[in-house]
């Protein structure tokens, strides 16, 4: 495969990823079902303008092709021996180890993306850079790539470093790839959804940290904000001008007053809409 190839088939599988997920669930939700928005929506009374939709669209596509361009190039490299720590024949490790790495690489990314993601709820940064993404108080899963380009470079730069030290099959780094950015998409898409598996967080963990800011930085494991005192809790206060991913106490109530998470398991019987999209069902929220 030439070069030129390795580009058309990223751009094809990277935008490909993005329009075809995040249309999706436009046709089958904000579409067909935007009537009922109640049943479904984490934001049911709230959806963005056409011109931020359009504006949205434009910037996620133009990060998504400038990545996959990256990519191509990238994996051209890979294939014509250019040094790096990813292996293509399984029998060079054991099947074990091909695995430990692939969970590996990505318990190291989403831990990274968790403190870049941090780092960017700083006051200054914030301000200068992060806030491109925030303008989108109440995302769909177009959101998911609309930043600021250097944040979207910065995101990319901590999935590829890894990579030249890390003794990775490419078959896991694929993986790990393709369910980071569906996550990503399915993390943004205003739909009240609840993965199967135990480590992702319903879609409400990173819908709240659109309404509320500075909390919830964490990518894909909710762990990350458990153990390092991100996570919402109830009776704080969170908004714009509140840094620092604590919240501030309610007026009289002390700064040390120990506040419960708040719970985002919580099911709702009524809408079961397991069949929107692999690897999660829905539950109706009549609270937001
Ligand atoms: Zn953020
Ligand atoms: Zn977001």
Same mark, same amino acid.
């Given at each position: ?25 436009? @046709? ?8 009922r928005?109640?049943e479904w929506?984490?934001? %049911?009374?709230? *959806? ?25 190039? *990238? ?40 403190? +870049? ?6 006051? @200054? ?23 600021? %380009?250097?944040? *979207? ?7 590829? @470093? ?21 996550? +990503? ?7 009240d ?74 099911k709702k019987a009524g809408a079961t809409l ?7 069902d829905a539950a109706a929220d009549?609270?937001?």
């Amino acid at each position: 495969m030439t070069t030129l190839m390795y580009v058309g088939v990223a751009i094809a599988g990277g935008l490909g990823m993005y329009w075809g997920i995040a249309g999706a669930f436009q @046709l089958i939700y904000y579409r067909a079902r935007r009537e009922r928005a109640a049943e479904w929506k984490c934001q %049911p009374r709230r *959806f963005l303008s056409p011109k931020m939709s359009r504006q949205q669209l434009i910037l996620g596509s133009c990060n998504m092709l400038a990545a996959s361009i990256a990519s191509g190039f *990238f994996c051209s490299y890979l294939a014509s021996g250019g040094r790096s720590a990813v292996y293509f024949d399984l029998r060079e490790h054991s099947l074990l180890s091909a695995a430990f790495g692939t969970v590996l690489y990505f318990l190291l990314t989403d831990a990274a993306l968790y403190w +870049a993601h941090r780092i960017y709820h700083r006051p @200054l940064l914030f301000r200068y850079i992060h806030r491109y993404h925030h303008r989108y108080t109440a995302p769909n899963a177009f959101t998911a790539m609309a930043m600021h %380009p250097l944040e *979207f470079a910065t995101y990319q730069s901590i999935m590829l @470093l890894p990579v030249f030290v890390l003794p990775l099959h490419v078959g896991g780094l694929v993986f790990v790839l393709v369910y980071q950015n569906y996550v +990503a998409l399915v993390d943004h898409s205003g739909i009240d959804l609840h993965s199967w598996w135990p480590w992702q967080p319903p879609t409400r963990f990173h819908d709240d940290h659109h309404v509320h800011f500075h909390v919830n930085y964490g990518q894909n494991l909710g762990v990350w904000d458990r153990l390092f005192g991100t996570h919402r809790r109830e009776g704080r206060v969170y908004g714009v001008e509140v840094f620092g991913g604590k919240g501030a106490p309610r007026d009289g109530a002390s700064a040390a007053e120990p506040a419960p998470y708040v719970d985002y398991s919580r099911k709702k019987a009524g809408a079961t809409l397991a069949d929107a999209a692999p690897g999660v069902d829905a539950a109706a929220d009549q609270s937001s």
